[in-house]
């Protein structure tokens, strides 16, 4: 060999050897990072416990699920996620086999809810769906988020490439980033243990007022709104795979204030809500042949009447069954439970279980509460009109704590001279 060859080689191997070794160490330490501090909950780490933002997110559902050796799958959209309680930290303990899997993701698509109930059905263990639908979730809409491609319910994804998502990918690096600078900074989680939001963190990220602007603006921008039919249709395939499995499937619409509500009337869809409102209790009936169960806790009764104003006409800073017009607590989510289970402390006013002879007398019921409601909560029915006809928020003001807790001793004051 050549001598001056060997020493014109030295310098690029000495160059090739650093790189390996610099990159191995850049990878290695990549993996220590997002194994410790586990932002999807995949590896079971309690270095940094608690479930934060993360956990909920389209990767972090699908790590939950396959940790989770249960019987009963919760599924929807960000209703579900924000108010129904069930495990949100894996696999169920042993003496608490009952906990339900939370599958609730924000702004799911149908095609992203396919794929979770696909995967329901797959998993011999699950015995049990309670699928909870409203009006927006018949669209036809079925592209998957970037998000959700990279998680395990995406159905074109290898179990060897997610691990290495999951190790070393970019997105799950910036999250553990984000989840570290967190816990060093004292931001407690934003979910408990049972996937039921902490009040403290959802009130800390915006105030009541905001929040309630934003939703009824989005929701009066989609003027004109029609369901999909054919989305609809697609439901006959999931109840027929769960009778041939022999599992249970109930469908439960889900329930929204009387302000979201009020956005059907002002944006001329409530006679859409009505056309399918009859056709998913159309399809249940046929498929279903009454071993499927539709509940319907929408409309206007005690729970989702709760006045989000006070008679100043400034937002309260919060009520006790929404967090905003859209999305229930998990406290309205255990009446809801209570009542599909059949459990003796369930409110027997809270819910209907639609068919084909009843659904139209539970939309004419509709109609005449939200006539009631309208006539009595004039300043809510405004602010709906003012969002509809501007596009623009800022219309609500937001009372401080010490209005509220004035206005309060007000009210118990005025009760205890009457």
Not at 271 to 284: G, I, M, N, P
Not at 285 to 301: K, M, P, S, T, Y
Not at 405 to 414: D, G, M, N, V
Request: with cysteine; charged share 20%.
């Amino acid at each position: 060999m050549n001598p001056n060859h060997a020493d014109d080689v030295r310098p690029y191997r000495s160059f090739l050897l650093a790189f390996v070794g610099t990159s191995a160490a850049l990878l290695s330490g990549m993996a220590a990072l997002n194994v410790v501090v586990d932002p999807y909950t995949s590896w079971n780490s309690r270095v940094f416990p608690g479930v934060w933002d993360f956990a909920t997110s389209r990767v972090g559902k699908g790590e939950i699920f396959h940790a989770y050796n249960g019987e009963t799958a919760l599924v929807g959209n960000s209703r579900v996620m924000l108010g129904i309680r069930g495990g949100a930290e894996g696999s169920p303990a042993d003496d608490d086999a009952d906990v339900p899997c939370n599958l609730g993701i924000a702004g799911a698509s149908y095609g992203e809810l396919q794929e979770i109930l696909r995967c329901c059905l797959d998993r011999s263990n699950i015995r049990r769906i309670l699928f909870f639908v409203d009006f927006q979730t018949f669209r036809e809409e079925y592209q998957f988020n970037e998000s959700f491609s990279l998680s395990r319910f995406n159905p074109a994804k290898a179990p060897f490439d997610h691990l290495c998502d999951l190790v070393w990918n970019y997105h799950t690096s910036q999250d553990s980033f984000e989840k570290l600078g967190m816990v060093v900074r004292g931001i407690p989680a934003d979910f408990t243990a049972t996937a039921c939001p902490i009040p403290e963190r959802q009130r800390a990220k915006e105030s009541f007022a905001v929040r309630t602007e934003k939703i009824i603006r989005n929701v009066t921008a989609e003027r004109g709104f029609q369901y999909s039919p054919a989305t609809v249709e697609k439901l006959r395939e999931l109840i027929q795979h769960c009778r041939q499995q022999n599992v249970e499937l109930v469908l439960a619409i889900n329930p929204t204030h009387a302000t979201f509500l009020e956005t059907y009337w002002q944006g001329g869809t409530w006679k859409e809500y009505q056309r399918w409102a009859r056709h998913l209790t159309q399809v249940v009936q046929e498929e279903g042949e009454g071993a499927v169960a539709l509940w319907d806790f929408n409309g206007f009764h005690p729970y989702t009447t709760e006045s989000l104003t006070g008679a100043d006409g400034k937002a309260v800073t919060g009520v006790e069954w929404f967090w905003e017009p859209s999305h229930y607590t998990c406290a309205l989510g255990d009446r809801m439970l209570q009542r599909i289970s059949g459990a003796p402390e369930a409110d027997p006013n809270f819910g209907t279980r639609l068919t084909p002879e009843n659904v139209e007398g539970r939309l004419a019921a509709m109609e005449a509460g939200h006539e009631l409601w309208a006539t009595h909560h004039a300043v809510e029915v405004q602010l709906v009109q003012q969002i509809a006809a501007t596009g623009r928020i800022g219309f609500l003001q937001q009372a401080t704590h010490a209005e509220v807790q004035t206005a309060a001793a007000s009210a118990t004051e005025e009760t205890v001279i009457r």
